[in-house]
């Protein structure tokens, strides 16, 4: 530190501390600053994203709206979920692994920092190559602007002829790289947490925020080498001419969903399992004792992780595949509900017989978990294949997704993010603030895809850029884009918070929430080393074991 | 405690807190480098077995020629040399741990040779399809599948090469010491998956494919 | 066991049994689209385990939503409570099986009852009088064809319904000239992509006379929103007579007249068929019996002499991003076109 501040003033002189911060952040290889940087860099893709949904809603609150054309909302729909999926889920799961398992190992940082700054710009440079296709896109001949092929670009409505100018490659390209991005992290967390535990951190003494990040991690490795081999394949037929979407030439367009289905199912639990962890690591917490059956939650994970390879193709029970193969993956989709709800029960066992604290965190693992349950639900009704055929491509599956990523992925992230908030900036999320984001952004969320369930099931398809009345859809749509109000002030109450207690929320301490994983046991924010001597641990809960020696966990275990 | 042999526990007496720990005897675990390159090894497979399941899909289902009977010649001096590469880069290693500096030049050496041989022949075999037989990329199901598979391999050839090729310029100019022994283990790994590919590109496209 | 429970006997036995039990449904083709409002065998079918997928999942939401509400109501910390921690517990092997093995059970339950519903669907056999259309899905439009009745036609489909002692179900062929499209009318079935390269099949088989909307559902380019569908069901006597109408090609009787002189110089023979003429163009919808239908561009518009007009002049004022361009027809011309298209009834 002393030696690079050294290099940067002397010769032309002082640089303005603005800048010198920039410079560390674009040189850093911290994984404490790199995590923040992917959760930042999330958030405001995030903000981008909210307002493309933001005006899909303004153009669905009437029938035969013409507030914008159909070939912009088609882009808009493509763009808002590519940038969700893999600008905000990706980052800010990458974000939250990387700055929190070295601190909950024991470890000064991951096992290799450099890789680690190299897989965040690689994500950074993907994000802005996917919005930099509105401007490039359009090449020489005018045609094309941002991806309008919706998020899973089915072929082979991506092939050359009918996706003309750039805008696919730009959608395959920028996608390249940040999943290269996402795999080096993947590489990193999994090596992190086998090989730099601290002593005594044996595996099954792991923080379940570790375990379920290995699992994940594991779940990146099989599940981004099969979405980039079908891009791979893509680009060669676009620019090479290949052939193997190609109907024309006896290519098969079921082909890519098969390709993209084994990527993209593995991918949601990708997304889930993190807001799991955190989960695991809060509601304990807030509810003073252990998480309830620690193996049974490891276990569950990992069946999870292996189920979760094998249903894929109930994206396509429409496709027209055998009965033989709906029913085998119809089965399969049920199948991974029981570990999933073996987790839901086991949180529950965890609160039952406790003393619940109602803070920020423990707020939003509530909704999760009503939420989540729901999600849970409605998508074992989209496994029973012939309900499936009448709720595929509908609102009803619209309203689904959304359940399981807002009303799930997203809720999570906020619990944690109030929770290690204090621990990464110092500083306590304002509380008061805190309440209005839950309420509004639960109050909208429930108003805008609640009604969506019941759109679907009267016959509304998705991805239309508008909609004839008569067909009984009007009152949902309305009630749907309303809601948007609602959760834009939550954000909105949540961004302020996050810059105000930035600037003079109440100092948090070491350890605000009283909490037993080794994070809470270093100086908030944490030295650049983490740790002063690397902590020795004889139990999963290392501070408990502190603060009760009377009574420690390694008794029990 | 039921844990998996490579990791070993911690032991201490149950009277023991933390505030007076004894020290753990024995606290190893694997190497972060081998834990990578394992990882890098199953996210390569996936990659690699999208193209192989593509490829064996459309086995068949070619509407036009040219068909895989018709040009395919098996590739038997390009296999015979990248399998032996990877005897050659045991024997490198082998000579390496045992500080003989001249073997190892040798045999790693010759693993470079012998994989650019590989590529030197692939190459050959695609301009003969390409110019005399007409199966290129977009010809049909065939020369795309054939040529994304062949091609997929090959570039991770290459990668390798540029790996092994690397060490050897540092091993040249004298910056690799005994303890880097270790990473050329990781680069051997690699090396060795490469050719593990091959084999199942090879079964897939000249036996079964044909 | 399995394959006798799933035989075409007991199949067809428990269909029938259905189709009985459902002439008493009261409902009706509407234009809200009701999936809960099947009117037909195989959406009747998925009906079914839908309502028992429904009660099983509002069964579990009711009891782990009860104990979630109540473990927050009774194990919240109260004022007088002091610092204490609460019991220490790590976990419980018993209460872990309980709700592993209970799940299981339902999941048995319902692969069961999925499997049996997917084969009765999906296996079903043809019969050998039922109706056979192929439908070959288009940007973004429907063209429909009748091979063995040699009825082309285009975005309405017209069956017949069938009455009990009297079955005829439509058999459809999907297929698809462009890109993935899927055909979803919510009443009369669960929708079946139409994906190039691929034959898919599906049947309807309507128990009530009416219109049955409905939409492509699988995303497929600009106008995948106007890319809607009617299915007109007629009693058996008076689909007979359609069919009959359909097959007479009046456009050989019409008188030439100037309007028909610019529809055949114009390029519009490019891309239109009207049998019985020159006018062979595979590339749109075929226009024999235009004004027969009920909408114009696959439901974009109603089929009026006015609306038509808007269309012919500019396709792409209705219908933004459809593959018909504006022909920049002066005025005359317009007129002239639009007479003779008011001729294809």
Known sequence: ?557 | MNETPIFEDVSMTKDDDLNSPVEPVDWRLPPRGVVAVICLIVTESSLFMIFVVAYLFYIGKSLSGPYPSDVLSTPVIATICLLSSSLTIVLAERDFERANTGGFRLWWAGTIVLGAVFLALTAAEWSHLITGRGLTISANLFGTTFYSLVGLHASHVIVGLTLLALALILFLRGHVRPEHGPRLKLISWYWHFVDAVWVVVFTVIYLIGR | MLRRLLSDRMRALALAHALLASTAYAGAPDKVTNIFNPLSTPAEAAHRVALLTLAVCAVIFITVACLLIYAIVRFRRRREDDESEPSQIYGSNQIELAWTVLPILIVVVLILVTARTIADIEDYPRPTDAIKVTIVGRQWWWDIRYPDLGIVTANELHVPISESGRRQPTFLTLESADVAHSFWVPQLAGKTDLIPNRVNRMWIEPKQAGVYLGNCAEYCGTQHAKMRLRVIAHPPEEFARWVESQRRHEAEATPASAGRERFFSTSCVNCHAVQGTSAKGTFGPDLTHLMSRETLGSGAAPNNPETLRVWVRNPQAIKEGCLMPDMRLSDQDLDQIVAYLLTLK
């Open chain 1, 1 to 557: 530190m002393a030696t690079r501040e050294f290099a940067l003033t002397t010769g032309t002189g002082t640089l303005s501390t603005a800048t010198l911060r920039l410079h560390d952040l674009v040189v850093t290889t911290d994984h404490k600053k790199l995590g923040l940087m992917y959760v930042g860099a999330g958030l405001v893709f995030f903000i981008v994203a909210g307002l493309l949904a933001s005006v899909m809603r303004f153009q669905l609150v009437t029938p035969n709206n013409g507030a914008v054309s159909p070939q912009v909302f088609n882009r808009l729909f493509t763009m808002h979920g590519t940038t969700m999926v893999f600008l905000v889920g990706m980052p800010i799961i990458a974000g939250l692994m990387n700055y929190l398992v070295p601190l909950m190992i024991g470890a000064r940082d991951m096992a290799f920092p450099r890789l680690n700054a190299f897989g965040f710009w690689m994500f950074f440079f993907g994000g802005l190559l996917l919005y930099f296709s509105y401007l490039g896109a359009p090449g020489i001949t005018g045609a094309g602007s941002a991806p309008d092929v919706g998020w899973f670009a089915y072929s082979p409505l991506t092939a050359r002829a009918f996706s003309r100018g750039h805008s696919t490659d730009y959608w395959i390209l920028s996608l390249l790289l940040s999943g290269v991005g996402s795999v080096v992290s993947a590489i990193n967390v999994i090596a992190t947490a086998v090989s730099m535990r601290c002593r005594g951190m044996t595996m099954m003494r792991l923080p379940l925020f570790v375990w379920l990040s290995i699992v994940t991690s594991f779940m990146i490795l099989l599940a981004l080498a099969s979405l980039s081999a079908a891009q791979i394949m893509l680009l060669l037929d676009r620019f090479l001419g290949a052939r193997f979407f190609d109907t024309q030439a006896g290519g098969s367009a079921v082909l890519w969903q098969h390709f993209f289905w084994i990527f993209g199912h593995p991918e949601v639990y990708i997304l889930i399992i993190p807001a799991f962890a955190c989960l695991s690591e809060i509601v304990p917490v807030f509810s003073r004792k252990p998480i309830f059956g620690y193996p049974i939650m490891v276990a569950a994970t990992v069946m999870i992780a292996f189920i979760s390879m094998g249903v894929w193709a109930h994206h396509m029970f429409t496709v027209g595949m055998t009965s033989v193969g709906n029913t085998f993956f119809a089965a399969s989709t049920f199948l991974v509900a029981v570990p999933t709800g073996i987790k839901i029960f086991n949180w529950l066992g965890t609160m039952y017989g406790g003393k619940l604290r109602f803070e920020l965190p423990m707020l939003f693992c509530i909704g999760f978990l009503f939420q989540f349950l729901i999600a849970g639900l409605t998508g074992v009704m989209l496994g029973v294949a012939p309900f499936n055929w009448q709720l595929h491509d509908s609102y009803f599956v619209v309203a689904h997704f959304h359940y399981t990523l807002v009303g799930g992925f997203l809720f999570a992230i906020f619990a944690g993010i109030y929770y290690w908030y204090p621990k990464a900036v110092g500083r306590m999320l304002g509380r008061r603030l805190g309440i209005w984001h839950f309420w509004l952004f639960a109050i909208g969320f429930h108003l805008t895809f609640d009604p969506q369930h019941i759109a679907g099931m009267l016959g509304m398809p998705r991805r239309i850029y508008t909609y004839d009345a008569g067909r009984g859809w009007e009152v949902y749509n309305l009630i749907s884009s309303v809601g948007v109000a609602a959760q834009g002030a939550g954000i909105v109450c949540f961004v302020v918070n996050l810059v105000r207690s930035y600037l003079k929320g109440e100092p948090a301490g070491e350890d605000p929430w009283d909490a037993w994983t080794l994070e809470w046991s270093t100086t908030s924010p944490p030295p650049d080393y983490n740790f002063e001597t690397l902590p020795v641990v004889r139990s999963r809960r290392p501070l408990w074991d502190l603060k009760h020696p009377e009574d420690p966990d390694w008794r029990y275990e």
